[in-house]
């Protein structure tokens, strides 16, 4: 009965606890990076960039409510800005990024602009139009490199970080990660997060009380571009080739798939959904544990994607919350 | 470019435009009336396509009486489908359903490959439609294509009478006005859902036979018909048949003729002519607005 009586607690401290998590298991893995074998530490680059992408897009589906069928071209156009603005002996880090998070923004906002002057399911159809549009363009022309796509000879590099050198990879990735993470974090705290999730809940609400709702929705848009160029570039800078198959529709159902089976409304459940996506993918496809079967992986996967969505609508999230009530980011 | 050859790219936009009408009114159906983004739609293509691979052998020169079985295997299978995997989506977000026939597409071509292979086939033309006729000049018209634009006139017209002169028509007009409202009438929208879907499935798996002889059966096939028939959806407006015929056609003579003039570019007509309706008329050109 005393607890009805205690006054509310302060405010939390500056680091308050939420970040607590986040923060060690950036440090964990960290301190791990070196001792991982080469395959693991593959591995763990690709998640962490898998991440990045797919909280690019939480910031437009769970925090939004814009659900975009076609993110994928933002992250293959970061990824070609990467190869096509390097020179033959290899690029600056410092200009490479901010190129391939501008090209990706700089479509993100002609795609945007256009598209937010739709709704619901028109909005899923046109961000995929546009981005089969974009696809066709590396497609079709020789502009860059055609269907074989183009290969990025020397790695970009910035002083004493040297791309060519995984464990800098690997850094540098987890510093992305990290980055992304703390912006999409302090943005949802932000007045302009508050509006974007009156923008999910009600939009006419948020108009009628005076806010520009098409203006935030670019914004956002246009941020969610930039960060998965973001991711683009990361991945140019690791497999050193780019394609037209990123930029396909089924990157962009790929990346949505993570953050829904993370449990949308979270960026942890993006982060987590990620690394489930990826882990599933590999376990399914590896012949010593589940045979035969590996061949037809994607058969396994589609199965265990129903299932998942039959019986587990709220994410993986949704799924820690029902065992422990306090669970969940 | 002349009278004659423009005169086939006229058919040939038109043959193409109809046959994409089949996919996208059944995808517009199903949108408009159960609300339900159907990602695998192209897959039920690609089923008709391997359905007229597979039956062609068995059924020889009947090829009407092997459209006819095509069309009754996959209404079934439709049937089913949608009582196995959609029916309890309704209520659900639509990213739910996204997600549901995401997946499903992953596991027809799965099964696709494991029942057939992934090698690319091709289905002969039947011996009575095969040739072609004079159109003057060196210029000559495949007797199939005329025969395939035929049908899908045929077809839409049935699609037209069907939906505007029946009851069950009545009822798919009203779900896809205001589903809520009939469900409040008293008619059995489950009903009516899975008929719908069975019929989508049904001539999207028509098409895909029809198309058959004239491209080849292969892998991924339901993909590209897939994005082109959300770009007509899109174009014509959610829910609307004559909106998505016009669509159709539209696309078909912009994709055809874009390939004759910027071969380069082609891929990307359809996409900016969707932009450019999109900026006009954000509900398409004969949606409803929102």
Redesign the interface.
């Known amino acids: 009965m005393t607890a009805v009586l205690t006054p509310k607690l302060p405010p939390a401290p500056a680091l308050p606890r939420r970040w607590l998590g986040p923060v060690l298991a950036a440090l964990a893995i960290a301190a791990l990076a070196p001792t991982l074998s080469p395959y693991l530490g593959d591995l763990v680059v690709k998640v962490m960039i898998l991440a990045i992408f797919a909280l690019s897009l939480e910031l437009l589906?769970g925090m939004t409510g814009l659900?975009s069928?076609g993110h994928a071209a933002f992250f293959g156009i970061g990824a070609y800005a990467t190869v096509l603005g390097s020179p033959e002996g290899g690029g600056n880090l410092a200009a490479l990024m901010p190129l391939a998070m501008g090209s990706a923004a700089g479509y993100a906002l002609f795609v945007g602009a256009?598209?937010l002057?739709?709704?619901?399911?028109?909005f899923?159809?046109?961000t995929?139009?546009?981005a089969?549009?974009a696809y066709?363009?590396f497609?079709?022309?020789r502009f860059g490199g055609g269907s074989d796509g183009i290969y990025l000879y020397v790695r970009p590099r910035l002083g004493p970080l040297d791309l060519e050198q995984r464990l800098h990879l690997f850094y540098l990735v987890l510093a992305a990660l990290a980055a992304t993470y703390g912006l999409l974090a302090t943005l949802r705290r932000s007045r302009f997060g508050a509006a974007l999730a009156g923008i999910r809940v009600n939009e006419q609400r948020m108009r009628a009380a005076g806010f520009p709702t098409y203006g935030y929705k670019l914004a956002a848009f246009v941020i969610a571009g930039a960060l998965a160029g973001l991711a683009g570039f990361l991945v140019a800078a690791r497999d050193g080739v780019v394609n037209p198959e990123m930029l396909s529709?089924h990157g962009s159902?790929e990346v949505?798939?993570m953050i829904?089976l993370g449990g949308?409304g979270h960026l942890r459940g993006a982060v987590l959904g990620a690394v489930a996506f990826t882990l599933l993918k590999e376990l399914l496809s590896t012949q010593a544990l589940v045979g035969p079967l590996a061949d037809?992986w994607?058969?396994t996967?589609?199965?265990a994607?129903?299932g998942?969505?039959?019986w587990l609508?709220k994410g993986l999230i949704g799924l820690a919350a029902r065992v422990s009530p306090k669970g969940g980011a | 470019m002349d009278v004659a050859t423009f005169l086939v790219q006229c058919l040939n936009s038109v043959q193409y435009g109809l046959l994409l009408f089949l996919v996208a009114s059944g995808l517009t159906l199903i949108?408009g009336i159960m609300?339900v983004?159907n990602?695998a739609h192209g897959s039920f293509y690609m089923l008709g396509a391997y359905l007229a691979f597979s039956l062609a052998p068995a059924f020889g020169d009947q090829f009407l009486l092997m459209l006819a079985t095509g069309v009754l295997l996959s209404a079934v299978f439709g049937y089913l489908l949608e009582w196995a995997?959609f029916s309890?989506?309704y209520q659900?977000e639509?990213?739910?359903q996204?997600?549901?026939t995401?997946?499903?597409?992953?596991?027809f071509?799965?099964?696709r490959?494991?029942l057939v292979g992934n090698d690319v086939h091709g289905v002969k033309v039947p011996p009575w439609l095969d040739g072609s006729f004079s159109l003057g000049g060196l210029m000559s018209y495949p007797w199939y294509r005329l025969f395939a634009s035929a049908a899908c006139v045929l077809l839409a017209v049935a699609l037209y009478l069907v939906v505007n002169r029946t009851r069950l028509g009545m009822m798919i007009r009203a779900g896809a006005s205001n589903r809520d409202m009939v469900r409040g009438l008293g008619i059995d929208v489950t009903r009516l859902y899975r008929i719908v879907f069975a019929g989508g499935v049904a001539l999207a798996a028509l098409a895909g036979m029809i198309a058959a002889p004239m491209s080849s059966v292969y892998p991924g096939m339901g993909?590209s018909v897939l994005?082109v028939c959300?770009?007509v959806?899109?174009i014509g407006g959610?829910g609307s048949i004559t909106g998505a015929l016009i669509a159709s056609l539209l696309v078909g003579f912009v994709d055809t003729f874009g390939k004759v003039f910027f071969a380069?570019?082609?891929?990307?007509g359809i996409?900016?002519l969707?932009?450019i309706i999109?900026?006009w008329r954000?509900?398409?050109l004969l949606g409803r607005k929102?």
């Open positions: 589906v659900v069928l256009l598209s002057r739709t709704k619901g399911v028109y899923i159809m046109v995929l139009a546009f089969q549009m066709f363009v497609h079709d022309t529709w159902g949505l798939l829904i949308l037809h994607q058969l996967l589609g199965l994607i129903i998942f969505v039959a609508p | 949108f609300g983004i990602l995997f309890f989506l659900r639509h990213l739910q996204v997600l549901m995401y997946a499903l597409i992953l596991v071509e799965e099964l490959s494991i993909g994005i959300f770009v959806v899109v959610i380069e570019l082609s891929g990307m996409y900016v969707m932009a999109l900026i954000p509900e398409g929102t």
